[in-house]
């Protein structure tokens, strides 16, 4: 059983999206001090690699501790887009032979490192996402900290919440190629809130 | 395939090991203000359903981002110790047949309640911490917010992380019977942390 650990570390100089709170640990105990090291931990909900919740852009949408444990597991594909220099379309995914619900995007944002916010990075346009929601996909996974363009109108986060399709943002392609996995991706159960950061693992299909 | 989630829910009134940072999460963007609900999460790295890594009481022990995937996947046992009423000894420990590396440690803390912090949890004798080590386990979950005694000495977290033994604690089997399962148990990858929070599933084992 192989498996590829797909989630970016949590630190203090990971790229946040703009806007966003940023994430930090201090100490609150140490071994010294209190026999043990215990640390507090503050970031937002969108940090690093995370799922987005329905209540994300619906006020009457589930929140990712009422999403069922099943929706975060299951047959996956991940698709290699790393040609695409601006987006994903449908045109680009037309050319992938799709027979999963769960699709995962690798584009140039797996292979640019994960140390500064590039805003230029690769997202997925509209008619893309028409045509994944066309499929009866129920999960999206992207490489970028958002799955939509930067600084422009937000389309595709509603449309798909709104469908009951799940979204992970900032996960991290560079080491896993083209092919079926079985994804476990599982967000921290906190009430109420809109996303949660998450650690995210594929486990290579020996039945293929 | 059934999946159990065994872990409870963070939320700002869930009990919290007396002296450890509390819950809070607060909204920082609205969908009225901004367009779509952000949030901030503040949380000690102890809190709720978490794993504990060597560094919470080594120095030079691994810390949680350090530890290799597979130590946080494999088959389990749950053990149910309900009948014990003050702690789980080698003597209870004996009397069940062992036969993996995870163990999950059932017991009265499971059937009480996540509403408030009890300062009589059921907790884990350092006979049984010996006997379980001497078995060659290397991951042991409780039920109880700490597998040692509340207001006594430690001997049972240093003894499991010096030796290779990671430690689960806060999660919940109300609705687990004993048996065989499939445990996945991820924590956030947070450098530098020593525990985090983590979602904690079990697989039903189908090929019993």
Do not use: W
């Not at 994300?56 to 996956?76: A, M, P, Q, S, Y």
């Not at 799709?98 to 346009?125: A, P, Q, W």
């Not at 009951?164 to 560079?174: H, K, Q």
Request: glycine share 8%; proline share 3%.
């Amino acid at each position: 059983m192989k498996i590829y650990d797909i989630t970016h570390t949590l630190n203090s100089s990971m790229p946040i999206y703009p806007g966003n709170p940023t994430f930090s640990i201090k100490k609150t105990s140490t071994i010294e001090d209190n026999g043990s090291n215990v640390s507090e931990i503050t970031m937002g909900s969108h940090t690093g690699t995370h799922i987005d919740a329905p209540f994300h852009f619906l006020n009457d949408g589930k929140t990712i501790d009422e999403l069922g444990i099943e929706r975060f597991l299951g047959k996956c594909q991940v698709l290699d887009f790393t040609k695409s220099s601006d987006c994903v379309t449908d045109k680009d995914l037309k050319e992938k032979e799709i027979n999963t619900e769960i699709l995962l995007l690798k584009t140039k944002n797996s292979l640019v490192g994960f140390d500064k916010f590039h805003e230029d990075f690769i997202y997925l346009s509209e008619d893309g996402a028409r045509y994944i929601k066309n499929l009866g996909v129920k999960f999206v996974g992207v490489d970028g900290l958002s799955v939509k363009k930067f600084h422009e109108k937000d389309f595709v986060h509603k449309f798909f919440l709104s469908s009951g399709i799940l979204i992970a943002e900032g996960i991290d392609l560079e080491e896993v190629s083209e092919g079926e996995y079985f994804f476990v991706g599982l967000p921290l159960k906190i009430a109420g809130a809109d996303a949660s950061p998450a650690r995210i693992i594929l486990v290579e299909d020996k039945e293929k």
